[in-house]
């Protein structure tokens, strides 16, 4: 039964690292990244579409995206989508290709981003945090029905806490990279 609880908690604590690594690298740098996109929906034909589904995002160089669509028809809901996002970016429509010039970040700019990389890392640690607290519960509350023993208890919340620091440690690490990227010129 611990051994189940502990499976489940290093689970839910790599998913957390890894919604938090997806929306760290969703922050705009001032090099283009197809992976900027990946918050994008378009309205295709009345559902809700994530955009690398009707296009393919490409990088050709550090300043821009290049967006080959493969229903023409989609082109305008694309444009309208990208324009309304909050990435402040415009698109340049040419055939069947949306280029996306990726302007380069002022100084403030690039704080303001840095601190938005910290909020979300810290949502983050807080969702591992949480899980830690949830699981510990569960441990204990096993422990107070006498299904499990004091010492495997403590050998279950001790492997607990390694899981916490694993899992933060690596947000940490995801966010100094983030943080580096959005700084450099």
Do not use: C, W
């Not at 415009?90 to 996306?100: A, C, E, K, S, T």
């Not at 601190?115 to 890392?121: D, L, R, S, T």
């Amino acid at each position: 039964m611990l051994n189940d609880i502990l499976k489940d908690a290093e689970i839910r604590m790599k998913k957390s690292t890894d919604t938090t690594h997806l929306e760290l690298a969703a922050i705009r740098t001032g090099r283009a990244n197809p992976a900027l996109l990946d918050s994008i929906k378009v309205d295709y034909y009345g559902t809700l579409t994530p955009l690398r589904q009707i296009a393919n995002v490409g990088a050709p160089d550090p300043r821009l995206l290049v967006l080959q669509v493969f229903d023409r028809s989609a082109i305008a809901a694309i444009d309208k989508a990208i324009k309304t996002s909050d990435l402040g970016l415009n698109p340049q429509v040419d055939g069947n290709l949306i280029r996306l010039p990726i302007p380069a970040l002022t100084e403030d700019r690039r704080r303001d981003l840095v601190k938005y990389a910290h909020k979300i890392a810290e949502e983050g640690k807080v969702a591992i945090r949480n899980v830690r607290r949830d699981v510990n519960d569960m441990i204990r509350d096993l422990e107070k029905e006498h299904e499990v023993s004091e010492d495997a208890s403590h050998d279950a919340i001790d492997k607990v806490q390694k899981f916490t620091d694993k899992y933060i440690e690596q947000i940490d690490g995801l966010l100094k990279n983030k943080e580096k990227e959005i700084m450099e010129e």
